[in-house]
């Protein structure tokens, strides 16, 4: 398991699914876990909780990544409980929308790129003096950066044409951090999870969804929240030191 004892990390979205799961990882790891949430106050501080009773350190930070200001809030937050660097930088919280290019709305357009574009972009922006030699960002993307869920027009198959493109232009913008930030030791990646039995990927509870997934996967069961917490956690680890600017699939082989 890497060993992150003394280190600190802040997860965005770490209320529910993958980012809970990668609180709880980076814990287990040794760090001292800052646990942002948006609306989930209970779960967050339920998490806190169950964390601090296995004996590691956790806070719970409340900001709303889609709101203008939510990003320099957390910010704040951060630098009010930190004496020391940001070790580790989750970009985890996002919102998804499937739905019919025609049934797509402007607000819903406006919300998801706020929500996983714009929302990560400023978080990163409003703690760069936080990070320093040695910091590892992660951003989680998705594999529909790369391609379409399930076969092309495939009734059941998830139409994901505006939350795709954010996550590619998430991606993007891990390319430029990674480059901008390399020389000063700051490393940046994405992962890139397939379907993972979430709140968000609730099509997966249904026997059409999860036969969708399936055939599209090498491996043959549905992802779970702790199979990306272990590679997030390596990414964040020494042991990824000489990988920067990459994205990582972590997809049980999809779409091969
Ligand atoms: N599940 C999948 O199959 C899958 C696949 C590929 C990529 N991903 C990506 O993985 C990440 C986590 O997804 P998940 O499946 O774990 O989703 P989830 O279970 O729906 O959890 C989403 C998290 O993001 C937070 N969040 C959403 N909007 C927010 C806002 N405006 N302000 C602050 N926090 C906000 C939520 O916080 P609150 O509940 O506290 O508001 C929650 O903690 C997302 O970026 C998603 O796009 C998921």
């Known amino acids: 398991m890497p060993e992150l004892t003394g280190k600190v990390a802040l997860i965005t979205g770490a ?7 990668t609180a709880i990882a980076l814990a287990a790891a040794g760090a001292h876990v800052l646990i942002h949430y948006g609306r989930s106050a209970s779960e967050a501080e339920a998490l806190v909780a169950e964390i601090r009773q296995s004996g590691a350190k956790a806070d719970a930070l409340q900001a ?8 320099a809030s957390l910010a704040e937050q951060v630098r009010a409980k930190l004496t020391t660097p940001l070790d580790i930088l989750v970009l985890n919280a996002g919102i998804s929308k499937a739905a019919k290019i025609e049934d797509h709305t402007i607000a819903d357009f406006d919300n998801l790129f706020a929500t996983n574009v714009r929302g990560p972009f400023f978080v990163l922006q409003q703690l760069l003096p936080q990070l320093t030699a040695g910091s590892s960002v992660i951003a989680i993307t998705s594999i529909v950066a790369h391609a379409i869920p399930g076969n092309s027009g495939q009734p059941g198959a998830p139409a ?4 795709a493109s954010t996550k590619g232009a998430l991606e993007t913008l891990v390319k430029h951090w990674a480059s901008i930030l390399g020389p000063s030791g700051i490393r940046v990646n994405s992962v890139a999870p397939g379907v993972i039995e979430t709140d968000m990927s609730n099509f997966t509870k249904t026997e059409g969804g999860r036969n969708l997934a399936l055939g599209m996967q090498a491996l043959k069961r549905i992802g779970q929240p702790s199979d990306v917490a272990d590679v997030v956690t ?13 994205t990582i699939p972590v997809d049980g082989g999809s779409k091969l």
Request: proline share 9%; aromatic share 10%.
């Open 234 to 246: 390596f990414i964040a680890s020494d042991g990824a030191r000489w990988i920067t600017g990459a």
């Open 160 to 163: 994901l044409p505006v939350y």
């Open 64 to 71: 709303d990544l889609s709101a203008p200001d939510g990003p």
């Open 15 to 21: 209320s529910r699914g993958i980012g809970k799961a």
